[in-house]
């Protein structure tokens, strides 16, 4: 992911420490932190590449998404759009649990939203998600994904 976007473009000197700190997690958790650390990695790197849609925004109309709003996210737009917005096209809808955790985890340091739980459902949403907004990004398929190497637990 990181080679194949040119490690997020001008911000790449953030990117960095947070691939090492979060390899160093990685290392130090057990089987059950080894999902978080990748949410919680590809949605902070999302961030500081500058691709990350907000949450609290439809990417299509623009109006406000509630915290009690039902959100999906638009893989041919590659955002995050509300019920109104999202008709029959190709999207993906956010768990209410995993739609808090990104927006809770998101204000802690690494190490603290390690501390935050979430269901496996919800991670394997986030993961869905998180998966396809990578790949828009890169316009190239993750060996990891086409060998199927992330969804094996």
Not at 53 to 60: A, E, N, Q, R, Y
Not at 75 to 90: Q, T
Request: aromatic share 10%.
């Amino acid at each position: 992911m990181i080679l194949k976007s040119y490690s997020g473009g001008g911000e790449s000197e953030a990117i960095y420490p947070l691939f090492a700190k979060s390899l160093t997690i990685l290392n130090d958790t057990g089987k059950s932190g080894q999902n978080l650390i990748l949410i919680q990695f590809i949605w902070r790197y999302l961030g500081i590449s500058g691709f990350r849609p907000d949450i609290k925004v439809c990417g299509s109309c623009g109006s406000s998404l509630s915290s009690k709003e039902n959100i999906w996210f638009d893989e041919r737009e590659n955002s995050i759009i509300c019920s109104s917005c999202r008709g029959s096209g190709s999207t993906l809808p956010f768990s209410s649990g995993g739609r808090k955790y990104l927006e809770h985890s998101s204000l802690l340091n690494l190490d603290k939203s390690m501390r935050i739980g979430l269901d496996s459902n919800s991670i394997d949403v986030l993961k869905r998600i998180l998966f396809a907004m990578i790949q828009n990004i890169v316009e190239y398929p993750l060996n990891t994904l086409k060998k199927g190497l992330i969804y094996h637990n």
